[in-house]
């Protein structure tokens, strides 16, 4: 069965300082992992996804992830946070082919003026 | 190119009472999946439409029900609402066949239930 752990709820950084989530998964078959994005009231945006190309995934707004097999990783990362970034950040795995995501619980991201 | 839309957007009900929920994909997207988002929660996988059929079921009673219509637009309905039912509801739509694993999500249906 597939899981996704992302460890921190709540996140505060100050603007200027390096954005970092995490998530870890657990897929008895070599996974697709996204990052979505959700502000309030709104649905899911996606921010990045892997789906077995290069390891390093560059997405919108500046956030890109590592893909680590070996960590069963795939942290989200920005170098330089900006007060919009502030909202909700889910990591998803999903097995090849089904669309059926399992999400994360979140991970709430404040950016300290 | 319109993408993913829901209605309605918000809404209320009271328990033991039944609800209907609607969506359309994305245009040129042919499998409609929703999920349940509690409040503070991750989205729930409920369940996957493509070719009028559920084709895939997450852990949920068969109080929820759904079904996908010929243009592809699908309905997710819950009978015997319970205050537990109370969440956003998200519909995402997707092509089987471009394999590239990515939903897009409406803003979804906020459900109250008294």
């Known amino acids: 069965a597939q899981s996704v752990t992302q460890l921190g709820s709540h996140v505060s950084v100050s603007e200027g300082a390096l954005v970092l989530l995490r998530c870890n998964y657990s897929s008895s078959v070599p996974p697709y992992l996204f990052w979505y994005v959700q502000y309030p009231n709104q649905g899911l945006q996606l921010l990045l996804k892997y789906t077995s190309a290069a390891t390093l995934v560059k997405g919108i707004n500046g956030f890109e992830a590592e893909f680590k097999k070996s960590e069963t990783s795939f942290h989200l990362t920005k170098p330089s946070a900006h007060m919009s970034d502030a909202a909700e950040y889910f990591c998803?795995?999903?097995?090849?082919?089904?669309?059926?995501?399992?999400f994360g619980t979140g991970t709430r991201l404040k950016v300290l003026a | 190119d319109a993408g993913v839309t829901q209605s309605p957007t918000h809404l209320i009900k009271t328990r033991g009472q039944q609800v209907t929920l609607r969506c359309s994909p994305k245009?040129?997207?042919?499998?409609v999946s929703w999920y349940q988002q509690a409040l503070g929660q991750g989205p729930q996988f409920i369940f996957q439409y493509y070719e009028e059929e559920e084709r895939q079921r997450g852990n949920f009673p068969d109080r929820f029900s759904g079904h996908q219509f010929p243009n592809y637009s699908s309905e997710l309905n819950v009978n015997a609402l319970l205050l537990g039912d109370s969440a956003l509801y998200l519909c995402?739509?997707?092509?089987?066949?471009?394999?590239?694993?990515?939903?897009?999500f409406g803003e979804g249906s906020r459900l109250t239930v008294l």
């Open positions: 998803a795995v999903s097995e090849p082919g089904t669309y059926k995501y399992i």
């Open positions: 245009s040129g997207h042919d499998t």
């Open positions: 995402a739509s997707s092509s089987l066949g471009r394999r590239d694993g990515e939903l897009f």
